[in-house]
């Protein structure tokens, strides 16, 4: 059989695992094409959980993972005088974790750590990215690209490139809410870095101000704390009036929302007006009955991105990754089979991970004063002792906790 060219675009996370695994089960030549100039390392901090610890102890990652995770050891809730309401310390089992995972890491190390580890699998193009597929009779899809990079025809085309992936609006078009498969949850997010201060250690700090208004800082491994604003209500939607244009806009717009917040919210407005590596984002899930088509597959936050909420992001797209490179080991002959049973066997996972508690995000930040302090008193109910015993007690068996599958080609 004539080897497989594979095309992968996005050079995240998603897209290094399913390089590193695809060249272990599968004759293939792969080509990566990101359309930053650059690997993008910036980004908050993340964490990897279930089964997709599995697949990074097989990538013989784990102690690399490890070597990076951030010193935060647990989340603190506080009120706007920096009183803690409830604490919840870093879980140390990895089936079992807490807020703080037993693998928090910062994105950008991560993206480091899978980039060297594929590096040699695949070709890395950067400032490029796909411009157009068309799928053709013979099972082949041919690539246009914005930039200098030829046209050429693949055996598949994998898009990993993000909740805002453009090859999804071009090659999957929009659901049937005619929003690209897009499901908006009523909250925006910013992150960035500032200054670490005499007041910063390695608890992670979650205050609620009025109105869904959340200041959120968490530890890093420098002399910088990470920096979270977010805001949940039903009027949030104005903020898409400036979601596309320049981060000084956005950046005026949280300064009003969030003057007078209380707590440090002066400190990090202050220092955001600098920040270089400010983003802010929608905070969202993508809904989709089928990410495959043809020879063309969605693996990651472009095909179900559970929302950070969620806390699966990262640990859903290296699942998915492994998945969709262990199917195509089995009938490396037969793509479109292969990309079937990846769908099949990726669904009940999505499924779970996208389940987020009932009322989410809008229960974990309340609109007044009141709704604050039952919150409050309901988390530091939840975070007593007696309770961690009894929930100890019961085992979790979901599909998220699940281990890996094994693929026997990928394990040769």
């Not at 690997?39 to 959980?49: A, C, E, P, Y």
Request: glycine share 8%.
């Amino acid at each position: 059989m004539a080897k497989l060219d594979i095309l992968i675009s996005g050079a995240g996370i998603a897209g290094p695992v399913l390089a590193y695994w695809l060249k272990r089960g599968v004759d293939c030549s792969i080509t990566i094409v990101e359309r930053s100039p650059v690997l993008r390392v910036s980004g908050k901090n993340i964490d990897i959980r279930g089964s997709a610890v599995d697949v990074i102890r097989q990538m013989n990652l784990e102690e690399k993972v490890k070597s990076k995770r951030t010193n935060e050891i647990g989340l603190a809730f506080v009120d706007g005088a920096g009183c803690e309401k409830a604490k919840y310390p870093k879980g140390e089992d990895s089936a079992q974790q807490s807020f703080t995972s037993q693998y928090e890491i910062l994105r950008g190390d991560l993206v480091r750590i899978l980039f060297d580890a594929s590096k040699e699998s695949a070709q890395y193009i950067f400032d490029e990215s796909i411009m157009s597929v068309e799928q053709t009779n013979d099972y082949k899809a041919q690539v246009v690209f914005t930039g200098g990079h030829p046209k050429t025809s693949y055996d598949l085309v994998v898009l990993a490139d993000g909740l805002s992936s453009q090859g999804r609006k071009r090659i999957f078009g929009k659901g049937e809410n005619g929003e690209d498969y897009i499901r908006p949850l009523g909250q925006y997010c910013a992150y960035f870095t500032i200054p670490k201060n005499a007041r910063d250690d390695n608890w992670a700090r979650w205050y609620n101000a009025t109105r869904g208004r959340v200041v959120f800082l968490r530890p890093s491994n420098d002399d910088t704390t990470r920096a979270y604003l977010a805001v949940t209500r039903s009027d949030v939607f104005k903020f898409n009036e400036v979601f596309e244009s320049t981060d000084i806009d956005k950046k005026r717009l949280l300064k009003d929302e969030f003057v007078g917040a209380g707590w440090q919210t002066e400190r990090v407005l202050s220092e955001m007006e600098n920040a270089s590596d400010f983003h802010c984002h929608m905070v969202a899930q993508v809904k989709m009955l089928n990410f495959v088509k043809g020879n063309v597959a969605l693996v990651g936050d472009s095909g179900y991105c559970p929302s950070p909420i969620s806390g699966m992001g990262s640990s859903l797209a290296i699942m998915g990754a492994y998945v969709l490179a262990g199917e195509i080991s089995e009938t490396p002959f037969d793509i479109p089979q292969a990309l079937k049973r990846y769908q099949t066997a990726m669904k009940p996972l999505v499924h779970q991970s996208q389940k987020l508690p009932p009322g989410a995000p809008q229960i974990a930040n309340p609109q007044t004063q009141m709704g604050i302090s039952v919150l409050y008193g309901c988390l530091a109910i939840a975070s007593s002792n007696w309770i961690a015993k009894l929930a100890s007690v019961f085992p979790r068996f979901t599909s998220v906790n699940q281990r890996a599958p094994a693929y026997p080609r990928l394990q040769q």
